[in-house]
């Protein structure tokens, strides 16, 4: 029997409890009786910023409590990001499953100390490693304790300011029996372009059923009520009116592969 289809998404960064609660709410609605493995996603802060301008947090045990009562009033899993090993046990109180994001998906003792959590760690590949690299990002984790590993991919850096995605990548990590994810919103985007990161919203419907077309296990993606007011990843993140259609999609591709 296949697999449900993993989802992870919700907002780039936790801005109020009211924001999360509103994207939660809709998620959950759309999701309600269909074949899903979801977890709901909100950065509680944001360490690896274009400018010391862009917004990093509204506290960090305030943001993170935030996603706990979110999760527990809509009875989902919840996931964050960490980016040191304090974080990694100050999250760990609070969510279900920890991020490990692309620019520290080699830090050894970070990926120890969260596969030592025993929670599920999602580890991004990062945009300038392969698949080889991976697989060793993977092992580390294991090494630390964990046995439920998601290797997510977010795009290759492609120049200066633009990012490519080679769903080569994806297909080998599938075939080496690792749980991959794609993640549809960060791989459109364009590094570090302006005081946030520009995207090019158009390319996530199509990259993202490529990707189901190519074997993931689930797809990664970023949405938010108010785009253009978002405090982060304005330019990436999926429209929350437009989730809907979003997963419909992926579902009725996922079904037929």
């Known amino acids: 029997m296949k697999e449900?289809?993993?989802?992870?998404?919700?907002?780039?960064?936790?801005?109020?409890?009211?924001?999360?609660?509103?994207?939660?709410?809709?998620?959950?609605?759309?999701?309600?009786?269909?074949?899903?493995?979801?977890?709901?996603?909100?950065?509680?802060?944001?360490a690896?910023?274009?400018?010391?301008?862009?917004?990093?947090?509204?506290?960090?045990?305030?943001?993170?409590?935030?996603i706990r009562e979110t999760g527990e009033k809509?009875?989902?899993?919840?996931?964050?990001?960490?980016?040191?090993?304090?974080?990694?046990?100050?999250?760990?109180?609070?969510v279900d499953v920890l991020q490990i994001p692309a620019f520290l998906c080699r830090q050894t003792d970070l990926l120890l100390a969260a596969g030592k959590t025993g929670k599920t760690i999602n580890v991004k590949k990062g945009q300038f490693v392969g698949v080889n690299t991976m697989v060793k990002a993977a092992e580390k984790v294991e090494r630390?304790?964990?046995?439920?590993i998601f290797i997510t991919e977010r795009g290759t850096f492609f120049g200066y300011h633009d990012l490519v995605v080679d769903f080569r990548s994806m297909i080998q990590l599938v075939n080496l029996g690792y749980t991959t994810i794609y993640d549809a919103t960060h791989s459109v985007q364009q590094p570090s372009i302006g005081e946030q990161s520009g995207g090019k919203k158009e390319y996530i419907f199509p990259l993202a059923k490529a990707a189901i077309a190519s074997g993931?296990?689930?797809?990664?993606?970023?949405t938010h009520p108010n785009t253009e007011k978002a405090l982060s990843d304005a330019a990436s993140q999926l429209p929350l009116d437009k989730a809907s259609e979003f997963i419909n999609v992926l579902l009725e591709l996922y079904g037929k592969i």
């Open 216 to 222: 993931v296990n689930g797809i990664f993606f970023e």
């Open 4 to 46: 449900s289809l993993i989802i992870i998404a919700g907002p780039c960064v936790v801005e109020s409890k009211e924001m999360l609660f509103e994207t939660a709410d809709t998620l959950t609605s759309i999701l309600e009786n269909k074949d899903v493995e979801f977890y709901f996603k909100a950065s509680y802060k944001k």
């Open 48 to 66: 690896n910023r274009t400018s010391y301008n862009s917004f990093t947090s509204i506290g960090d045990e305030k943001a993170l409590s935030y």
């Open 144 to 148: 630390g304790g964990s046995d439920r």
């Open 74 to 94: 809509f009875g989902i899993k919840t996931l964050t990001d960490v980016h040191s090993i304090a974080e990694v046990e100050l999250a760990a109180r609070y």
